[in-house]
């Protein structure tokens, strides 16, 4: 492909954009809901896989920091804050919680820090069930008010959507930044080959810390924004379940892929409804489509132009090797 001729994912980009502004207005208010909610978790995803798939780190517990963004800006607009501060303010909080929760990284790795934070992620939906005086416990808080802006009410569906759909381009293009920046350069050392980046200069622990970080900010902005999108949150979206689904979502997409959570949450949202159709076995070809999609493309959704390129390479290759062959047998 030559340097002027526009690369085929930004084209695609650029229409996936397009249709998800001009086809919601003819949707059904549930459809527009379905979309907003997809959003919600290719926010929280692009943050594990920041977590996950760049700084290599094995984390089970995205879905506390997600209920963490959650509950913070319920229980402030519960005090009387608005929303435009209670969002900073969970993105802030989840970024401390995630900067504490990095220490056991710094010690232990693979199967055990997976351990670790899925037991972080226990303790805190204990917390959220248990501690009513805080969070409502299993009768949760309702009544959560969606933003405004000068002269824009959000409080219809189609706006939200909008808005969220604003709120995943603004944070999708920061860290697009941030991982064509040296910060990314070394998130990427830092999986490859940890002893590796720190004989280059590269500051282990710390940038250990911060992928956590991060990631748990974008957890926490994502979960502000579902709290607001549902306007009631109790304990149940908050579960170890539910933040094995969302790596789930970042290894089927394509861990360490920027794109991948789009395409991951898109199976682990949208894929299930429509699969509606099949009742009662719906859960049922759904797992059994993400087993036999693990086992066909391990490497996620995303690795299929390669593995396309692979193929077509290696046949070029054998034709090759087969033409040269030819010609040293062919008689002067």
Known sequence: MSPGKPRMP??????GLVLLVAVPP????????LLSYWLVFVIATMGLNLTVGYAGQKSLGHAAFFGIGAYTLAIAMKAGFSFWLGLPLAMA?????GLALGFPALRVQAIYLAFATLG???AVWLVMRNEEWLTGGTFGINNIARPSLPGWSLERK???YYFILGCTLVLGALLWKLLRS???????ALRDNPIRAESLGIHIQAYTL???????AYAGAAGALFASLVQFIEPAPFTVGASIMMY???VVGGSGRFFGPVIGSAVGVLLPEWLRFAQGWYLFVFGSAVVLLMLWLPDGLLSIPERIRARRAAREASAARAAAAASIGAPS
């Open 26 to 33: 003819f949707l059904k208010s549930y459809g527009v809901y």
């Open 93 to 97: 909080g989840c970024f401390a919680v």
């Open 210 to 216: 911060l992928s956590f970080a991060i990631g748990a």
């Open 158 to 160: 189609l706006p939200y």
């Open 120 to 122: 972080f992620n226990t």
């Open 182 to 188: 040296p910060w990314g350069k070394a998130f990427t």
């Open 10 to 15: 930004v084209l695609i980009g650029v229409a």
């Open 248 to 250: 789930l979502m970042v």
